[in-house]
């Protein structure tokens, strides 16, 4: 089951998000809800995501609870 999370402050946050999903070997993306798609670790694509998308969401494929609980304790994510 897929999980997704809102990252709060996309601007200011993007680059520890990238720096926790590096951690993972599991496929982490990050998108815009709608249409576009980038890798969650790759900091290029996750600094365009964050200056150009109104919103972005963290999704992961898999549960993984120890990224889930970095995200939360560093307060990065909103989950939903």
């Known amino acids: 089951m897929k999980t997704i ?24 993306t990050l998108t815009d809800g709608e249409n576009y798609v980038v890798n969650a670790k790759s900091i290029i694509g996750a600094a365009y995501a964050a200056v150009e998308w109104q919103t972005v ?12 609980r970095l995200l939360k304790q560093k307060d990065l994510v909103e989950g939903f």
């Not at 999370?5 to 982490?28: A, D, G, W």
């Open 5 to 28: 999370y809102l990252i709060k402050s996309p601007k200011e946050n993007i680059s520890e998000v990238v720096s926790i999903c590096e951690r993972f070997p599991q496929k982490t």
């Open 57 to 68: 969401r963290l999704e992961v494929k898999e549960e993984i609870p120890v990224l889930e």
